[in-house]
Structures are given as structure tokens and as C-alpha cells.
């Protein structure tokens, strides 16, 4: 087995694994603070893209993978949905929008959709970046979401340089270090909101 392979099998694993803490933890937390309601939507539509996009190539890795992130950002959605952050029309017209387009695309034009999933999905975790660049309360943000989405960030990426792909090498370079600053400014908002709680107790 080459390196090109393992890099593979491990980056798709991360891939289906990454998004599950934010779930486990918005769901046992209650709370969906600090999470964009737009990244949501974006990651939703980027990976239903994606999914239908492997599913008309026969690419199981590709559709199953990606379905498990839609599924998991559906969760955390509905999470916000219930906490008043976005509205349900919304979140249920946009899956419906999408998944409807998805197959409408593909069916006209696989390289489209295939260029669609890539634009929309490298740039995904954008809005989440700039959510946490201007929240002071990062409670319901998984650190370890966004330390496993570096990894696999980090992993896709040599294995896109190693197999000469540009569309796999790309999104990592967006992906890689809005991971790092959004793990960052969890860490950061922590410590100072543990400060805080600690100055209260004191006074």
C-alpha cells in the first residue's frame, strides 16, 4: 500500500469523523452559542453537492461520507432551529433547494456539480471564522471538532500534493488556517470567561 493510499483512507475517516464532537456536544450541552447559523446552511448545501456529485460517479467513499456530514450538520441545525438562531422555513427550503438542485445539476453536467461542491465547500467554514473573530462566548463551539477538521485538513492536503490534484490541495488551504484560528479563539475565550467566573467568585 503507498503513502498516497493511507493518506487517503485516513483522511476519508477523518472526514466522516470530524463534525460528530460539535453534535455530541451541542446536543448534551444545549446550546448552540457561537455557531453560525450561515456556516450551517453552507455546509449543508457544500456537502449535499458533494454527496450527489460521488453518487453519480459511483464513488461510495465520496456520497457516504459527505451524507454523514449532512446529516450531522442537519442535527446541529435543528439544534438551532430550536434555540430561535434560524429559522426552521429556512433551514428546510434550503435542504429541499439543494438537494433538488443537486440532482437537477448532475444530471446536465457531473464536472459542474463537482466545481459547485468545491467552491461551496472549501469556502463553508468561512462564515464559522468569522463568527468566532466576533463572539466573546464560544460555549457551544467544539474544540475538538476543529482540532480533528485540522488533521484531516492537514492529511487531505498531502495527499492531494502527492497525487498532483490542485482541487484537493486548495480547499485545505482555506480550511487549515481558519482551524487553527477558530481552535484558537475557543481556547482564548475559555480561559478568560474561566478568569471572569474566577474575579466573581473572589468578589
Known amino acids: 500500500m503507498t503513502l498516497q493510499n493511507i493518506l487517503g483512507i485516513v483522511a476519508s475517516i477523518m472526514s466522516m469523523l470530524f463534525i460528530w464532537p460539535q453534535v455530541i456536544l451541542v ?4 446550546t448552540v452559542e457561537g455557531l453560525s447559523p450561515i456556516g450551517a446552511l453552507q455546509g449543508i448545501c ?10 453519480s460517479r459511483g464513488d461510495a467513499a465520496v456520497s457516504g461520507s459527505n451524507f454523514l456530514i449532512v446529516v450531522a450538520i442537519a442535527l446541529l441545525a435543528r439544534a438551532m432551529v430550536k434555540h430561535g438562531t434560524l ?22 453536467s457531473p464536472e459542474v456539480t463537482g466545481f459547485l461542491a468545491f467552491i461551496v465547500g472549501a469556502s463553508s467554514v468561512l462564515p464559522q471564522t468569522f463568527t468566532s ?19 484531516t485538513a492537514i492529511a487531505w492536503f498531502a495527499y492531494g500534493l502527492i497525487a498532483k490534484d490542485a482541487l484537493v490541495v486548495l480547499p485545505n488551504v482555506i480550511v487549515i488556517p481558519c482551524a487553527v484560528f477558530i481552535g484558537t ?17 473572589g468578589n
Open 46 to 55: 457544500g456537502s449535499t453537492l458533494w454527496s450527489v456529485y460521488g453518487l
Open 27 to 30: 446536543y448534551r450541552s444545549n
Open 133 to 151: 473573530a466576533k463572539s466573546d462566548d464560544l460555549s457551544g463551539v467544539s474544540l475538538p471538532t476543529y482540532v480533528l477538521l485540522f488533521f
Open 87 to 108: 429559522p426552521a422555513a429556512r433551514l428546510y427550503s434550503i435542504m429541499f433547494g439543494i438537494t433538488a438542485f443537486a440532482f437537477v445539476c448532475v444530471s446536465v
Open 185 to 201: 479563539k475557543i481556547i482564548r475565550t475559555r480561559k478568560a470567561n474561566s478568569l471572569s467566573l474566577v474575579d466573581v467568585a
